[in-house]
């Protein structure tokens, strides 16, 4: 596509494109304006005029109805067939500025759907109104880091057709603010910008500028809207800030083709590379193997690991033990039993020995199910049970089970008790194939939401090939069934996590990593089916995961310690950070990558295998945890906190029962295939 066809199609909307000769940017199509500020008095505020220059068609100069004490100018230019938007801005004098502008699609407002990747999806109309949504607003504007590519993008349903806005300056620069609502004055430079979409008379807009703004909220915290914040930075007299966009126009038959592509495009664009640490496989693994150990607790009814609302700044250990989600008690404990026979550490062993004989004897309901979380400070247990912690759990034991059998043992005792929770799990099953998010032991349903049906997948394909029983693969072909016709075929990823009930990264990556099951485990036509919803749905997984490195600030602990956030990926609508949440992912996108010759998948698994060792506590290198090898987990990369530190830092209570489990399965890889195809 040629700029003069992509110009027509940007400013003529519905005409197609290419059916206008003139190499034209037509300026109502556009629209500019910049806020001024003294220090002390309300910002005023000055819509810009495009003049083009009578030389050169691509230029504009910027100006007021009013002299201004600055000059401005923006140039267009094609790009690999995409059209950069140069802004410069030159002060004649000191000022506080912000720029913003806006392009019309030429959409209706009403038949589009919206995306700003790791934060945006649709209309985030799973989320509840407490977390930015259409709930709330049609029109959101956010700051860059808020995202996994400073992106946003608008599709038409109607017209099959796109627009994405992206920023493309280099981002090195963060400053701090004394205030975070209403007009701020950043106390240095900063590259973050904004960006995000608009209703203007029914028409939607692409809306872009700099330095951040956040309208008409911003998200502060977990379900916490707060008054939008517009910030301010000094350009002093003589400087000049120069900016640049660019623009895309597309085709896309649906919202999973335009998420595909859009990430393709931001992945070439950003091209990420592996982080260049320190820390082997076998380094990561003996460090975070020190966490084994030091959050042992055997005094208890049950044996664990200590990994679950735990203090960054304290090296203790508490009451709590959780089977899965954030605990991954019988995950960590296998991952501990392998090491230790792999490297003859037998307080390994032995303390894994404990969790699984304690587990066995005390660690189930009179129904059956796995206690899933229990307070032994307090003595209280969770009397709702999960299909994702119960699975969770069950794979673990799998691993386990396999594990043991390769080597000569077996332990019918738990293959019985593992069988006995599988048939339950087969009368839980829903017509449609999806399994209730939560239940009482009775099997009474208490969340019938289906976000979690995938994580139920991976225990039933295991069981399947474990035990030889093809009621297992039946059921698990089921929940496929339920993915595709109401998650990937309708791109509608939600409340996988049991801590939110909205659009987030979990869901797509374990609907992936279950078709990634099947896929294994099947042949001919069935396999290519299962292969192709594995691969749409890790395109939405991977658009939570950040292509670029996020400025901070001095003084912010996590810039300061030289964090780079490419390849770690954002949370959910309502948990606005980022995480080392992979496990298995890294390795469904090696086998992608060798399915669909696609070697964009493997070299961003080692974007995300290499970046997600930064964090690693271990001694002169503690990253403000206080136990070595207790990896980080609430990892606040922009304006959001969980009620404590801000960007960043962590939250002061954190679970690295799962971030340790987490990144072990990342530095394990291949392990489904090992279980299932071996």
Known sequence: MNLKSLLCGIVIGAVSIGTVEAFEYLPERASASISLKVPGNKAKHYP???????????????????????????????????????????????????????????????????????????????????????????????????????????????????????????????????????????????????????????????????????????????LTLAPEVEAYQLLKKGETVLLTWELTDSKAEDFSEFIRTTWEYCYDTYAPKPVNTPYSIDDMKQTLSQFFVTSFVDNQPLAYNSGI??????????????????????????????????????????????????????????????????????????????????????????HFLAYEKEHGRRHPGWEQRIKEMLDMFLQLQNTDGSFPRKFHDDLSIVDQSGGSTPSATLPLVMAYKYFKDKRYLV???????????????????????????????????????????????TKGEEHKHY???????????????YLWDVPFAPGQMLGDIGLKTRGWGNVSVENNHIDVFVFEFASVLRWLSKEYNEPRFTN???????????????????????????????????????????????????????????????????????????
């Open 48 to 222: 810009l005029i495009l003049h083009p220059s009578a030389n050169d068609r691509s230029f504009y100069q910027l100006e007021a109805t009013e002299k201004l004490p600055l000059v401005a100018f923006q140039k267009l230019k094609e790009h690999d067939g995409r059209l950069q938007i140069e802004v410069g801005i030159t002060a004649l004098e000191d000022i506080y500025f912000n720029y913003s502008q806006q392009l019309s699609t030429g959409f209706r407002h009403d038949d589009c759907q919206f995306y700003m990747p790791g934060f945006w999806y649709r209309r985030n109309l799973r989320s509840p109104k407490e977390a930015p949504s259409f709930h709330t607003s049609d029109s959101w504007l956010v700051r860059e880091d808020r995202l996994s590519t400073p992106l946003t993008g608008i599709y038409s349903e109607k017209e099959k057709r796109s627009m994405t806005i992206t920023r493309l300056d280099s981002f090195t620069d963060d400053a701090l603010t004394t205030h975070r609502e209403g007009e701020v004055i950043l106390s240095g430079k900063t590259s973050l910008g904004f960006t995000g979409f608009e209703n203007r008379n029914g028409t939607a807009m692409l809306s872009f500028g700099f330095p951040y703004r956040e309208a008409p909220k911003s998200y502060i915290r977990k």
């Open 309 to 398: 609302h735990l203090r960054i700044d304290e090296d203790k250990r508490n009451g709590q033990a959780e089977v899965g989600f954030i605990g991954r008690v019988l995950l960590n404990a296998f991952n501990a039993w392998e090491y230790g026979w792999q490297n003859g550490r037998e307080d390994l062993k032995v303390n894994s020995t404990k969790v699984f004989d304690s587990y066995l004897k005390n660690g189930f309901t009179e129904a059956g199910f796995f206690k899933e979380s229990i307070n032994f400070d307090k003595k209280t247990e969770d009397p709702v049970r999960s299909i994702r912690r119960q699975s969770e759990g069950i794979y673990a034991m799998f």
């Open 475 to 521: 059921s698990a072909k089921r929940t496929a069934e339920y993915l595709e016709n109401e998650l990937i075929s309708k791109a509608d990823y939600f409340s996988s996590t049991l801590d939110a009930n909205c659009e987030d990264k979990e869901a797509s990556l374990y609907a992936a990593t279950a078709t990634y099951y099947l896929a294994l485990i």
């Open 531 to 545: 292969a192709d919803l594995t691969k749409k749905a890790a395109y939405f997984a991977l658009s939570w995961y």
């Open 604 to 678: 961003f698994a080692a974007v995300i295998s290499t970046s997600m060792r930064q964090l690693l506590p271990h001694d002169g290198h503690m990253c403000g945890i206080a136990g070595v090898g207790y990896y980080p987990e609430v990892v606040q990369h922009t304006n959001w906190d969980y009620g404590k530190n801000g960007k960043g830092y962590y939250n002061d209570i954190f679970a690295p029962g799962w971030t340790v489990a987490s990144l072990w399965e990342l530095l394990t890889p291949g392990r489904a295939e090992d279980f299932l195809v071996k």
